[in-house]
């Protein structure tokens, strides 16, 4: 369940969390090359091509960022929302993938303009079966925008 040269972009600081993550992916044959970023910081410069991803060819963007809300230096919310303010950024496909159970993150994060947002499962069957799902639908069924670059 790939696409070829497809990236995902794990936004994740809690290590088991990303572990977990990446060992779902990997069993549900989601193949793609997996960068993470484990703060708000790496995350918006890994997108801008700015900081430790300096000179980064930007117009390579991830099928899909991964968004942790809890996050060290910048949180979810603000990187999400200058992914938004940005041109070149402000279509990429943006899944908030948090353990919070809060109302106003959901709401915030919508307003925001996040795609999708999905709880994490505490049970690892489940996380597995939402994992698979995620894949399914936003590596292989959706039809991203097309670059404009």
Known sequence: MTTKDSVILLVE???DDEALTLRALKKNNI???VVVAR????????LFGT???AGRDVS???QVVLLDLKLPKVD???VLRRIRATEST???PVVILTTSNEDRD???SYQLGANSYIRKPVDFEQFMEAIRQLGLYWLVLNVPPPRTD
């Open 106 to 108: 959901v709401i915030s």
């Open 13 to 15: 600081d809690n290590p």
């Open 31 to 33: 193949l793609n090359k």
């Open 90 to 92: 402000r279509l990429q």
């Open 39 to 46: 703060d708000g910081i790496e995350a918006l410069d890994y």
């Open 60 to 62: 390579d963007q991830p």
């Open 76 to 78: 979810g919310h603000e």
């Open 51 to 53: 900081g430790v991803h």
